[in-house]
């Protein structure tokens, strides 16, 4: 166990319906990285947070997507509209800056979109 | 942009054996971060092995060790004494702007060992 947390696990949805995921960091990690992951293929950046403040989301994500950090804790993904596109597992990174950079990734969520 | 690659989908390797995966980024920046990552099946990704840009020796964690040739934009991992437990899929990942960027990852190298 990495100390990250990622809730739901499993989502299943039907087309069209909006999911939000949690993710829970390691507390005192101030960066927050989210991916998508498809089935054997690397994680895909879609957005990060450095305490609250999102510093960069990715050019390729739809305006579907929205993440949040309030307070700079924990972090939600919403998907709006979800697509068949959409299925993937959601994985969460919580970052370690000071001395030796490390992400620790939480379990993920996988997203089904039926 | 930075990116990274990976051109080898999958890699086989016998069990007490040595397999070397590769891995080529591309970036314009000079102070970086290079890791190697595993991820086991339906596991969480685990830090294999970490390399800062501007140290020249080659990091080393017991069987992992790393080619890091920084003018060639270049990161291989050799596995050494390989078992049973290293099959996973494997990612370089590159960290930009002295820790402060982006962290991104390659496509993976899927490794099979065989006993």
């Known amino acids: 166990d990495t100390g990250v947390s990622q809730n739901p696990r499993h989502k299943i949805t039907k087309r069209g319906q909006n999911v939000t995921f949690r993710c829970d960091p390691i507390s005192e990690h101030n960066r927050l990285y989210w991916y998508r992951q498809t089935l054997g293929q690397g994680p895909e950046f879609l957005t990060y947070f450095q305490n609250e403040a999102q510093l960069e989301k990715s050019r390729l994500l739809s305006d579907r997507f929205s993440a949040e950090r309030p307070k700079g804790s924990f972090s939600t993904l919403e998907i709006q509209r979800t697509e068949q596109g959409d299925s993937a597992m959601y994985l969460c990174a919580s970052f370690r800056t000071g001395g030796l950079p490390e992400a620790f990734f939480g379990q993920g969520t996988r997203l089904t979109v039926v | 942009a930075q990116t990274v690659t990976q051109s080898q989908p999958e890699m086989s390797v016998q069990e007490a054996e040595t397999v070397t995966l590769s891995c080529t980024y591309d970036t314009s920046e000079s102070d970086y971060y290079l890791f190697w990552y595993k991820q086991p099946p339906s596991r969480q990704m685990i830090l294999v092995i970490r390399?800062?840009?501007?140290?020249?020796q080659n990091a080393t964690e017991n069987r992992f060790s790393v080619n890091f040739q920084k003018a060639a934009k270049s990161f291989s991992l050799k596995i050494s004494d390989s078992q049973l437990g290293d099959a996973a899929m494997y990612f370089c990942?590159?960290?930009?702007?002295?820790?402060?960027?982006?962290?991104?990852f390659g496509k993976g190298t899927k490794l099979s060992v065989k006993p």
């Open positions: 990942a590159f960290l930009g702007g002295g820790s402060q960027g982006n962290l991104i």
């Open positions: 390399q800062e840009a501007y140290k020249q």
